[in-house]
Nanobody, 123 residues
Framework: QLQLVESGGGLVQPGGSLRLSCTASGFTLDDYAIGWFRQAPGKEREGVSCITRGRSPNYSLAVKGRFTISRDNAKNTVYLQMDSLQPEDTGVYYC?????????????????WGQGTQVTVSS
């Protein structure tokens, strides 16, 4: 069974940084592209970033230049480094697995999801 577990969320002031981790178990991360989504209260789940098996990154316009996605296949983990955080970045962040990043903004393209980790940006 494919399992993903997110960690690293928390409360941070505007302008601060957090690094989220997405660790896989039950499967080899090498075989999958991994996407990050976020969902704020009352809003739809929004695609943030996706990294291909070949380590090519994709970013939404909202986070490009501030967030960096990376992967360490030896640790079966994908990271999302989030810098210059703003209140509008607040939400529950989820990672998910799919074969490619072609339609990476679309939640239904993903096979497996983690349980999410809360990120709150507030002074």
């Amino acid at each position: 069974q494919l399992q993903l577990v997110e960690s690293g969320g928390g409360l941070v002031q505007p302008g601060g940084s957090l690094r989220l981790s997405c660790t896989a178990s039950g499967f080899t991360l090498d075989d999958y592209a991994i996407g990050w989504f976020r969902q704020a209260p009352g809003k739809e789940r929004e695609g943030v970033s996706c990294i291909t098996r070949g380590r090519s990154p994709n970013y939404s316009l909202a986070v490009k230049g501030r967030f960096t996605i990376s992967r360490d296949n030896a640790k079966n983990t994908v990271y999302l480094q989030m810098d210059s955080l703003q209140p509008e970045d607040t939400g529950v962040y989820y990672c998910a697995a799919e074969r490619l990043c072609l339609l990476w903004h679309t939640p239904s393209e993903y096979d497996s999801w983690g349980q999410g980790t809360q990120v709150t940006v507030s002074s």
